[in-house]
């Protein structure tokens, strides 16, 4: 029997259709808006199941779920505002070009590594947009 | 190609929306103001424009006599192992013209998905080789047209002993004697090292500068940048822009004194400069063996700049 090779073919996304996706704020997510203008993001903290199993058959009560605190700096909360649940990441990264005087391309890599981290916590999702 | 590039040409054409000037290592050229540069290596740009790669180059200086067939064979079983179908090809009538400088042989693949147009060019002047493909996606509109405008542009020598680099938003002329170390475009931080004969030359770009400079000032920023090296920052007079330039202290005895003077110090000089009008900050570091002067700092200063604005002092080819 031979080991067929994983088909990537239907998984790779082009750089169009990444940049046409639509970041999606998560609903349980709450914002507080600091008095120097940054962005404080307050999202539940959900133990893992494994954990969570673990630390009862230890004899542990199910603890309060926690909240974690994200404060983001100048340039996060200047994207965060732009997260409509409407808006590409195209034109949320062509609007932080124009806001920041920054190249686009530049603005790009800035806006899409930034909600890569804010997905990666959790905190966005990306529903799936129409390629310009 | 005898044909030169001046440095107030090349800042014009970057800033002029449109079309922009690409300058790196060497090659020089001129492309659609929206292909940017996708992959950045010592020779080889990968550019790329909204719907994907659409023209790449590599270029390398040749030692022994130029084998077009065997650069030919080679780019065609890379080629061929991405399953598709490679042809040499006569160069069509606007190239032809566009590439007149060079020993030129067209070339052209295709692998359904994706194909390619190109040309192998040789420079007998400098003895260089470039391999120029221009990619295009059977959807996206034919980029034939700029492909033949990109060409005529292509330099790949200077006559005046310097170099010009030009990517994003920087602009950069300076003496060959600096060549490419590494090199780090991230995002709001490009950093291009050169090395030279007892030389080291940093070049710095940072934006958004409102950003990094709210709450300190450039001299307190150019102080996180020296980090560890002990410079003493003091304001600049006389340039166009909010700048510092860090030395390092005097040697102290004679003991230091002997030491500079035989080269077992460290010198190093830092200039930071506010480009206020377009929300950037510039820096340049030299370092060496032997002391550097502010003459010095300032002739390797001149020669960069922002993409499109003035320069400082002269830094146009004397061509």
Redesign the interface.
Known sequence: MRWRAKDRSASVQ???EALACIPVKNREVREQRLANGDVLVLYPVTVRPWMARLGRWLGARDAAPRTGKLQL???GSTVWALLDGQTSLRRIAAAFAES????????E??VT?FIRELGRRGLVGLREGTP? | MGRDLGFDALRRDSGSGEWKTIAWNGVCFEAPA?W??ARIGRRHLLL?A???PVMEIKWAAVTGRFSERGQLRSLGGRVARRGAAFRKTALPEDWRAAVKGFDAQGFQWDAGDERAMGALLYCRGCRTASLVQFLERPAAASIARDAARVLASLRDHRSDDRVAWAL??IAALLPARFALDRHRF???RFVVEFKGPGRRLTLYRW??A??LL?DRSLADFAGAVAGETRLTFRPLAGVAHAAVEGCPPPPVGPVGRLRLRLGMTWSCRLRLWHVAA??RILGMRLEGRRPIDGLEMQTVSEGYAMAGERPFGLGADPQ
């Open positions: 082009t750089r169009s700096d100048r340039l920041q005087r920054l190249e686009r391309k530049e603005a890599v800035a590594q310009r | 929206d940017e540069p790329e909204a719907p994907g994003y938003d991230d995002a709001g934006a958004p409102e950003v709210r377009r929300n």
